[in-house]
T-cell receptor, first 108, second 115 residues
């Protein structure tokens, strides 16, 4: 079993939709939870970062962590074509482990 | 000014050749990394250096040799290239605490194709 599981998609939604991206993990030692966004032919860039359980909001993006279920989510409200990218979850408890990434396409 | 820059961006070479990728960061970070991203987008750490000292060395063939001449530079040399080495190689950097918290800054990647 992989330490971090993420559905690779692809996921296609119409502009304005609410997008939900998810990851599950198996290692209870993870304390830091991140979402990275990677545009085509670019390096990943840190989008959101949370410590332990709870919610964090930044504009149209909300990150949720549920440590009891070992489940993290990223919600994108009012999705835009410019949100089309691969979204990678990542977790750290000393070493950073990435999910496979979900490819998202937002159609105008 | 690019924060983490890698050269070259593209490399096409024959099996058996030796090649190098260079990385420089101007963020003043203490820790630098090499990651490999395969065709399925899996991003896997290869090496990590903190202030020129090797701290993470994952199970990587010894054909891969990193070198950090100073804390702003981390190079990757690959000997006897194989078809399976084809991937995108990313350099990244972080403050020392970022190594635990996961706040990494990535370069744009070096796309290696081995024929």
């Amino acid at each position: 079993q992989k330490e971090v599981e993420q559905d690779p998609g692809p996921l296609s939604v119409p502009e304005g939709a609410i997008v939900s991206l998810n990851c599950t993990y198996s290692n209870s030692a993870f304390q830091y939870f991140m979402w990275y966004r990677q545009y085509s032919r670019k390096g990943p860039e840190l989008l959101m970062y949370t410590y332990s359980s709870g919610n964090k909001e930044d504009g149209r993006f909300t990150a949720q962590v549920d440590k009891s279920s070992k489940y993290i989510s990223l919600f994108i409200r009012d999705s835009q074509p410019s949100d089309s990218a691969t979204y990678l979850c990542a977790m750290s408890g000393g070493k950073l482990i990435f999910g496979q990434g979900t490819e998202l396409s937002v159609k105008p | 000014d690019t924060a983490v820059s890698q050269t070259p961006k593209y490399l096409v070479t024959q099996m058996g050749n030796d090649k190098s990728i260079k990385c420089e960061q101007n963020l003043g970070h203490d820790t630098m990394y090499w990651y490999k991203q395969d065709s399925k987008k899996f991003l896997k750490i290869m090496f990590s250096y903190n202030n020129k000292e090797l701290i993470i060395n994952e199970t990587v063939p010894n054909r891969f040799s990193p070198k950090s001449p100073d804390k702003a530079h981390l190079n990757l040399h690959i000997n006897s290239l194989e078809l399976g080495d084809s991937a995108v190689y990313f350099c990244a950097s972080s403050q020392e605490t970022g190594a635990s918290t996961g706040e990494l800054f990535f370069g744009e990647g070096s796309r290696l194709t081995v024929l």
